[in-house]
């Protein structure tokens, strides 16, 4: 075995820890800042074992889609609903813990079972290596052209969902007292319309119908 | 002088291919079970994006050890990572509603729709 080999071994080992360990501290860990910031740890972990698959440009493009975009948007959703609350407690929730982690491992061991046990066609064709970049171009503006448009389509589709979702609700007048709009009633907090003490009683709503 | 056959290495491929695709199964099952028993509706998402993750893993390794030359398994990672982007987008903006409106991200409370 060369030093190019176990270099490569020893990088596969350390980045492979540092994915499942990352991975189950997202999971577990009780804090969801600690959580979004290890998040952010396994995608340069991934992005690393793709360097090692001779794949440089979709490792960039998980460096900057993931670690960028992903990471942060989540860390600004966490700070946006950051509120401290105690989570009511649920009856049998340690059972289902259990029961789910014993579904997961069983399923852990399915895909072992598959990976370990199918014959794999190795060695497959020689890795283009380098080449990559050049090849996933011409791969998307000739057989793979249809969905790279639609590609965009959908990031336009999702970027207005996003904005339409996530905006506050700007009327010309107020819906409920009538008066006309202006910054402080766009700056105007709004009563929360399902929550239980907000909900129309039942009686009303039965005399109505 | 020729090289040593020290240096005279080719392509190196000694991590296997069943290397990666354990480490992918490893990931995906986390995913699974955050997925179930998380409370939190972030952590939620942040599970969903693991899972894809694992999911990314396996079609970068089948592409480099079997489809060396067509590397059409990277082509679909990048389709993977820009579709996890609009669905990372649009969730966390139904969140940020849902937030608005029940003003709780706890997921055992979102139960608008059961019956």
């Not at chain 1, 959580?35 to 740890?41: I, N």
Request: with cysteine.
């Amino acid at each position: 075995m060369s030093i190019a080999d176990s270099t490569q071994f020893l990088c596969f080992l350390a980045l492979s820890a540092a994915v499942l360990l990352g991975a189950l501290g997202v999971v577990l860990l009780p804090n969801i800042v600690y959580s979004a910031f290890l998040l952010g740890g396994v995608f340069l972990a991934v992005a690393g074992l793709y360097l090692l698959l001779n794949a440089s440009f979709v490792a960039a493009a998980q460096m900057m889609i993931y670690v960028g975009a992903v990471n942060v948007l989540i860390l600004f959703a966490i700070m946006l609903v950051n509120k401290k609350e105690t989570l009511a407690a649920i009856p049998g929730l340690a059972v289902r813990r259990i029961l789910s982690g014993a579904v997961c491992a069983g399923l852990l061991g399915l895909l072992l079972r598959v990976d370990f046990t199918t014959p794999w066609a190795l060695p497959g064709p020689e890795s283009v290596g380098e080449g990559a970049t050049i090849r996933i171009g011409e791969h998307l503006f000739s057989d793979y052209l249809l969905p790279f448009e639609l590609a965009s389509v959908l990031l336009l589709m999702a970027m207005i969902g996003a904005i339409v979702l996530a905006r506050r609700d700007v009327f010309s007048s107020d819906v409920i007292t009538g008066e006309g709009v202006d910054q402080g009633l766009i700056e105007k907090t709004r009563t929360p319309l399902l929550l239980e003490k907000n909900l129309p009683n039942q009686s009303v709503l039965e005399k109505t119908s | 002088m020729s090289l040593s056959p020290v240096l005279a290495f080719t392509l190196p491929t000694t991590v296997p291919l069943q290397g990666f695709l354990a480490v992918a199964a490893v990931l995906f099952c986390t995913g699974v079970w955050g997925l179930i028993n998380s409370r939190n509706a972030v952590r939620v998402l942040m599970s969903i994006e693991l899972m894809l993750n694992a999911v990314n893993i396996n079609l970068m390794s089948f592409s480099s050890y079997l489809d060396g030359q067509l590397i059409r398994g990277q082509v679909f990672t990048i389709f993977v990572i820009t579709v996890a982007a609009a669905e990372a987008a649009v969730g966390l903006a139904i969140l940020l509603s849902l937030y608005r409106n029940r003003e709780t991200v706890d997921m055992e409370r979102f139960n608008l729709l059961r019956w």
